[in-house]
């Protein structure tokens, strides 16, 4: 399934968190560890300047009167601005969300990063939730693809998202 299919059934379904699981890979075979990935703040400037290149060019075509055109930009702003705050705040709290499913998950399994990575993903562009894509370890690496196929093992990793997940509501949302 397309990422743009997977968000909008996120967003349809007017989700809290969007978690996307998977397995990385390397051509290094001695790599391992558990990392989690979080939105990138460049990405969110970019689309940010992009929303506010489509609303300034709203107001350049739309020309009635000067006192309509000085309303429209200042609505322009203003949207940008809730924009911008929204973005960040979405962006936080897919930062905190992971940091605290990363303290779960450090007790089960070594941690590739033991902060979260930042980057740009599909997955994780969404104005809408905080997003994170969690990669439970290397499949490249004979030890971990042993553990990764693992039905306990992969509990395990289950229920310590469970927790993260359960602190982050408890934490920010009651």
Not at 4 to 19: F, G, H, M, P, Y
Not at 45 to 63: A, H, M, P, Q
Request: hydrophobic share 35%.
């Amino acid at each position: 399934m397309s990422i743009s299919k997977r968000t909008k059934i996120a967003q349809e379904n007017k989700v809290n968190v969007l978690i996307s699981i998977h397995t990385n890979s390397s051509k290094n075979s001695n790599m391992s560890g558990l990392s989690i990935w979080v939105l990138s703040k460049k990405k969110n400037s970019s689309k940010l300047t992009d929303l506010s290149r489509k609303n300034i060019n709203n107001i350049k075509t739309f020309k009635i009167n000067q006192y309509h055109i000085f309303n429209k930009m200042i609505h322009s702003r203003l949207k940008n601005i809730i924009l911008n705050v929204k973005f960040n705040h979405i962006r936080e709290s897919g930062y905190v969300l992971a940091k605290n499913i990363i303290q779960e998950l450090k007790h089960i399994h070594s941690l590739y990063k033991v902060h979260p990575i930042h980057a740009n993903f599909g997955i994780l562009k969404s104005p809408y939730y905080p997003s994170i894509l969690i990669e439970t370890g290397f499949i490249s690496n004979k030890l971990e693809e042993k553990k990764l196929s693992n039905k306990y093992y992969q509990n395990i990793i289950v229920h310590s998202i469970y927790l993260g997940l359960k602190r982050y509501f408890f934490k920010n949302c009651i």
